[in-house]
């Protein structure tokens, strides 16, 4: 059976870094798209990065010159490096799956999620 399982999350404080982790099993994921999303209290999911098989990679604004998706399709793991965390940072983290090679609303896979609070 297929799963994602993410860790790495925490309490920090503002300014400071995390990274997040998710492994995949039940499959090889090296083919996939792999992606990030989180979801704040009272709001609605929201996407943050992707990458794609082949390395290519995508942000949303609010991210973007901050945090750093990667990948070891050996270790069959995706990473989310994020620094210089804000307090609107806070949220549960998930990580996804999809064969499509571009950001999508709706990947086929999902993690449990991991929490992420950043402290002003």
């Known amino acids: 059976q297929e799963q994602l399982v993410e860790s790495g999350g925490g309490l920090v404080q503002a300014g400071g870094s995390l990274r997040l982790s998710c492994a995949a099993s039940?499959?090889?994921?090296?083919?996939?798209?792999m992606d990030w999303f989180r979801q704040a209290p009272g709001k609605e999911r929201e996407f943050v990065a992707a990458?794609?098989?082949?390395?290519?990679?995508y942000y949303a604004d609010s991210v973007k010159g901050r945090f750093t998706i990667s990948r070891d399709n050996a270790k069959n793991t995706v990473y989310l490096q994020m620094n210089s965390l804000k307090p609107e940072d806070t949220a549960v983290y998930y990580c996804?799956?999809?064969?499509?090679?571009?950001?999508?609303?709706?990947?086929?896979?999902w993690g449990q999620g991991t929490q992420v609070t950043v402290s002003s």
């Open positions: 996804a799956a999809d064969l499509r090679q571009f950001p999508v609303a709706d990947p086929g896979y």
């Open positions: 990458i794609s098989w082949r390395g290519s990679t």
């Open positions: 039940g499959r090889t994921f090296s083919r996939y798209a």
